[in-house]
């Protein structure tokens, strides 16, 4: 016996006082987020702070709540200044080859430069969360060891400190595991030989390009290999973020209570630029107990609909509307439930299909 797991999506606006009202709600666990957008010159005057030269994003939300009533509800809101590298597009899924066989060669993480200006994107480190079946530290598990402070990284990865990668507004930044045409083995998979980056396998399982710049491995906590490890099925939970440290040095950790086994990089939540979640799908719905992120992260998440995954779906960031210098701004109010859709066309470097 299967369960069919249905979701549906309301959306309304709040009122002048900032109250929202749904009607004909049927009792059930729901999902509540809320964002709104502020300028540069709201964001100075209520915090006092000039750092939002092109805005900032409210946004708040609770997930899991059951609602059986009129009872209302009041949502705790997070600010976050408007960034200029986003996390564009993750494409984890993978595909079945020509011959129905698991392809995984293909996957790959795009970055988006949505600001009015060029920027470098050299020294950006590219961290991929912990994604064990069962957490290996809970929300609850970080908030009583680490006071709400880090996040788990499985590996970390870092764009060359002397790429000197420029990337124009509106322009992107593809890395992989193997920088060639996939599209030659399947029609579901893309084409990455003008990836600007790529992982060199140590194991040699993968196809790599020479003339493919490598992505630095700063640290890596599964033996014999080196490619990025993004979970075909989910959960996938990718952040990026700058820093002066020294970051092969950061703590690391066992799976909580144990003392033994895998280790995991202590990452500080307070250098994140951008990060977004996506969760294991199945067929009873989503279980959000499994979210790594904070809500200042990703307050909410996004998913493929194939519960194992090998469908070719993208995850990719909406369009918000165009800027003045004629480039896309993608939707970014620190919720990946609001900011991405799926696709199984949407191209590398493409974000409107």
């Given at each position: 016996?299967?369960?069919?797991?249905?979701?549906?999506?309301?959306?309304?606006?709040?009122?002048?006082?900032?109250?929202?009202?749904?009607?004909?709600?049927?009792?059930?666990?729901?999902?509540?987020?809320?964002?709104?957008?502020?300028?540069?010159?709201?964001?100075?005057?209520?915090?006092?702070?000039?750092?939002?030269?092109?805005?900032?994003?409210?946004?708040?939300?609770?997930?899991?709540?059951?609602?059986?009533?009129?009872?209302?509800?009041?949502?705790?809101?997070?600010?976050?200044?408007?960034?200029?590298?986003?996390?564009?597009?993750?494409?984890?899924?993978?595909?079945?080859?020509?011959?129905?066989?698991?392809?995984?060669?293909?996957?790959?993480?795009?970055?988006?430069?949505?600001?009015?200006?060029?920027?470098?994107?050299?020294?950006?480190?590219?961290?991929?969360?912990?994604?064990?079946?069962?957490?290996?530290?809970?929300?609850?598990?970080?908030?009583?060891?680490?006071?709400?402070?880090?996040?788990?990284?499985?590996?970390?990865?870092?764009?060359?400190?002397?790429?000197?990668?420029?990337?124009?507004?509106?322009?992107?930044?593809?890395?992989?595991?193997?920088?060639?045409?996939?599209?030659?083995?399947?029609?579901?998979?893309?084409?990455?030989?003008?990836?600007?980056f790529e992982v060199k396998?140590?194991?040699?399982?993968?196809?790599?390009?020479?003339?493919?710049?490598?992505?630095?491995?700063?640290?890596?906590?599964?033996?014999?290999?080196?490619?990025?490890?993004?979970?075909?099925?989910?959960?996938?939970?990718?952040?990026?973020?700058?820093?002066?440290?020294?970051?092969?040095?950061?703590?690391?950790?066992?799976?909580?209570?144990?003392?033994?086994?895998?280790?995991?990089?202590?990452?500080?939540?307070?250098?994140?630029?951008?990060?977004?979640?996506?969760?294991?799908?199945?067929?009873?719905?989503?279980?959000?107990?499994?979210?790594?992120?904070?809500?200042?992260?990703?307050?909410?998440?996004?998913?493929?609909?194939?519960?194992?995954?090998?469908?070719?779906?993208?995850?990719?960031?909406?369009?918000?509307?165009?800027?003045?210098?004629?480039?896309?701004?993608?939707?970014?109010?620190?919720?990946?439930?609001?900011?991405?859709?799926?696709?199984?066309?949407i191209q590398p470097r493409?974000?409107?299909?």
């Amino acid at each position: 016996m299967s369960l069919l797991y249905v979701e549906q999506t309301i959306s309304v606006r709040t009122d002048a006082s900032g109250l929202a009202t749904f009607t004909n709600i049927v009792p059930d666990v729901y999902d509540i987020s809320t964002s709104w957008t502020i300028s540069g010159e709201e964001y100075a005057v209520a915090t006092g702070s000039s750092e939002a030269v092109t805005g900032a994003t409210v946004s708040g939300s609770v997930n899991s709540k059951l609602l059986t009533g009129s009872e209302p509800l009041t949502l705790q809101t997070n600010v976050s200044v408007d960034r200029d590298i986003v996390i564009g597009k993750v494409y984890y899924a993978g595909s079945k080859d020509n011959n129905k066989r698991n392809y995984m060669a293909g996957k790959y993480i795009e970055l988006y430069n949505q600001s009015d200006e060029p920027v470098d994107v050299s020294g950006l480190y590219i961290g991929i969360v912990e994604s064990e079946s069962t957490p290996a530290y809970t929300l609850e598990n970080l908030h009583d060891a680490f006071a709400d402070s880090v996040i788990l990284l499985k590996q970390i990865y870092r764009i060359p400190t002397n790429a000197h990668k420029l990337v124009e507004p509106g322009g992107t930044v593809i890395i992989c595991n193997s920088a060639i045409d996939h599209s030659v083995n399947n029609a579901l998979d893309h084409n990455l030989l003008d990836a600007d980056f790529e992982v060199k396998d140590v194991a040699g399982r993968y196809q790599n390009n020479p003339a493919t710049p490598a992505l630095e491995m700063i640290y890596q906590m599964y033996n014999g290999t080196s490619i990025i490890n993004i979970l075909q099925g989910g959960s996938v939970g990718v952040v990026i973020f700058r820093t002066g440290e020294n970051v092969g040095a950061w703590q690391k950790v066992y799976k909580y209570g144990k003392s033994s086994g895998m280790q995991w990089v202590l990452c500080p939540r307070r250098l994140i630029i951008d990060g977004m979640e996506a969760l294991k799908n199945k067929t009873s719905g989503i279980d959000v107990s499994t979210k790594r992120l904070y809500d200042n992260i990703d307050a909410g998440y996004t998913y493929i609909n194939a519960t194992a995954g090998w469908s070719g779906e993208t995850v990719y960031r909406k369009i918000l509307k165009r800027s003045g210098k004629g480039h896309c701004i993608l939707v970014d109010t620190n919720n990946s439930s609001n900011d991405f859709k799926v696709s199984t066309k949407i191209q590398p470097r493409e974000y409107d299909d």
